[in-house]
């Protein structure tokens, strides 16, 4: 499997989660400044390959700020990990950036505590397939 960008890949997101429907929407919100986000997406990568019934999705906070909302990232990464089917995410939050704390919360695959922050629309705004920046 693969990390999919929004920005780039928006017909493979919409076709990788209408695959998944069991499965679930692991979205990495990040920023490209970020050294922490690009050393993150490597082992975020290699995590995708072994969960090829999730859907995992690189989000540029800044990129797609105005798709976003206004939400407060306030440290990275921040994860967002909820049923492709839709409901209340499993988890949204930021974790330490060591890929084998979010490999053990999808092998468990059981709700987490989130932040208390409001969550955004993530897997709404993929399923519309409507990435185009303003």
């Not at 909820?82 to 092998?107: K, N």
């Not at 709700?111 to 955004?120: C, K």
């Amino acid at each position: 499997m693969t990390v999919y960008f929004p920005e780039r890949d928006v017909a493979a997101i919409g076709e990788a989660l209408s695959a998944r429907p069991q499965g679930r929407l692991v979205a990495c919100l990040c920023a490209e400044w970020c050294g922490t986000c690009r050393d993150y997406l490597v082992a975020l990568t290699a995590l995708a390959a072994r969960h090829p019934e999730d859907c995992f999705v690189w989000i540029d906070i800044e990129t797609h700020a105005d798709r976003l909302g206004d939400i407060d990232i306030e440290n990275f990464p921040t994860l967002l990990v909820q049923p492709v089917a839709g409901g209340d995410p499993q988890f949204y939050g930021t974790v330490l950036p060591h890929i084998e704390v979010l490999e053990r919360m999808l092998t468990r695959g059981a709700a987490m505590p989130s932040a208390g922050s409001e969550v955004p629309e993530v897997l709404d705004w993929l399923l519309a397939g409507d990435q185009r920046q303003s």
